[in-house]
């Protein structure tokens, strides 16, 4: 499946550190943020790149080219001089896009299975998909209600006790579905979501672990403990994730492999394996 990924925008809130650079070209153990982007989608099978850029995404277009190097096929759709926002970015590439495709943020990186979530998608005849994760209101303000499969209700500022979970970052539209954006001009990917909601075109799908998200310095801070994707969370059908032990005052491991918890979620311990002095591989299931 194709992808693409929403890179445009100003990036504020790292100022002054974005103030000649985009957001996704910020670079981490050197190499841009975009370039751990790219390698997730390729481990997922995901080869087929959209960039949409804005703000000095001549930096972004340099630096990645075709995406020959990294084994991608990297096309761009930009904004010029003409800030167009998450949606409009998303129409301004409408001639690029195939029949069915995902969109992500240029500031996230997701742990979990693209292709699981693909087959569920491809499952049902709906024109959009919202990952969600079930937040408790603990690492932001819950934003989105689900009913089933669908999600019933979206919104940013007005939250109510329903609601559980919050957006994810990854969403898988139909082509028809940008017939709800206007072109040329403004306008916000949450207003295709809520146009779809109302239609009840937009499916829910659950993921399983925290998200890790720069575009604040918080988050940049929390991205950058984790010195290469082996060593960050790499799941695989059997759910295995990496653990670091100079960072093991966030996992608790109980008697007999037991149960096992951290900023990405708990479950059972299946087995624990010594790999280096700073690294184990636990399999757990959620």
Known sequence: ??????????????????DKIPKSMIE?????FLEYQLELLKKNSISDIILCIGYRGEQIKKYFGNGEKLGV????????????????????????LEDVFLVIYGDAYHFFDFQKMIKFFKK????????VFKNFNKYYQNNVEIEKNLIKTYSKKRKTKKM???EYGVSIFRKEALKFIPGNRFYDLSQLHKTLIKKRELLAYPAGKKILDIGS?????????????????YYTDTDSIYVESKYMDKTVIGKELGMMS????????????????KLYNICYII
């Open 164 to 166: 559980k979970y919050i």
């Open 73 to 96: 096929e990297i096309r761009y759709s930009s904004d010029k001089n003409k800030l167009l926002g998450t949606g409009g970015a998303l129409k301004g590439a409408e001639n690029l």
């Open 217 to 233: 310095f918080e988050g940049l801070d929390e991205f950058k403990k984790y010195d290469t994707i082996e060593k960050m969370a």
């Open 124 to 131: 049902f005849d709906k024109l959009g998909l919202m990952t």
């Open 262 to 277: 951290n900023d990405f979620g708990s479950g059972k311990i299946l087995e624990a394996t010594f790999i280096s002095p």
């Open 28 to 32: 981490i153990e050197g190499k841009p």
């Open 1 to 18: 499946m194709q992808a693409v990924i929403l890179a445009g925008g100003l990036a504020t809130r790292l100022r002054p550190l974005t």
